[in-house]
């Protein structure tokens, strides 16, 4: 059964058609509805298909793989083949307030530059980034309008990105996030925090909420390693 399925999705089908009902494809092949159902359940829970309340179940777009490293959405889309493009949803200069202040290591009340973009891979929407940037690193950051690059805008300014800290959660996504990014089979996503270092510190922290539907994480496994930030080992009484 799953392999029919996953024969005729690869073959005859495209992204958005519906696949054959539970009931013709019961009849097609002489089994129970409870073993089409598991065979559609397993290739939902693989991304292959989605169901859409009341309508059916249809082909899923493609994932698309990043892999975690200290890159733009750009430059790890075009490593992939894909094309990039952005929306800037806002932009301002303004105090940083206790969270991003305590992310940052600055004070609530110093200036950060803010920034919300909508990301695109070949057209179809992927995900929304905000990311708050010391305005004492670059002043002039918002001068000429929100720069291509914000990791590239800090290297040109002498603060290149070093190395950074992600934190990863699965999550629904707000009513605004699930318009901005045309999600309507599901409100899955992932939500990235993410904490870069220049040599003097922090230079920028940023929120990406993704959608779950297209985008997938490929992280690089190795042997282990020393720890990048050192702990303070707790002291023995």
Known sequence: MRAYLSDLIANDLVVGE????ERVLTEKFGVSRMTVRQALDALVADGVLQREQGRGTFVAP???EFEMRLTT????ARRRGMVPSTQVID????PAGRTVADALDIDPDDTVHYIERLRFTDGEPMGVERAWVPARLAPDLLDDGVPESLYGALRERGHPPTWG???ITAAE???TEQTILA???TRAVLRSDRTTYADEGVCMYSQMCYRGDRYSIVVALREPRPTIVPRTAPEVP
Do not use: G, I, N, Q
């Open 18 to 21: 519906a696949v054959p009902s």
């Open 62 to 64: 493609l994932r698309t």
């Open 73 to 76: 959405f750009a430059e790890e």
């Open 91 to 94: 932009s301002d200069t303004l």
């Open 165 to 167: 800290e992600d934190t």
């Open 173 to 175: 996504a707000s009513a």
């Open 183 to 185: 999600m309507t089979a």
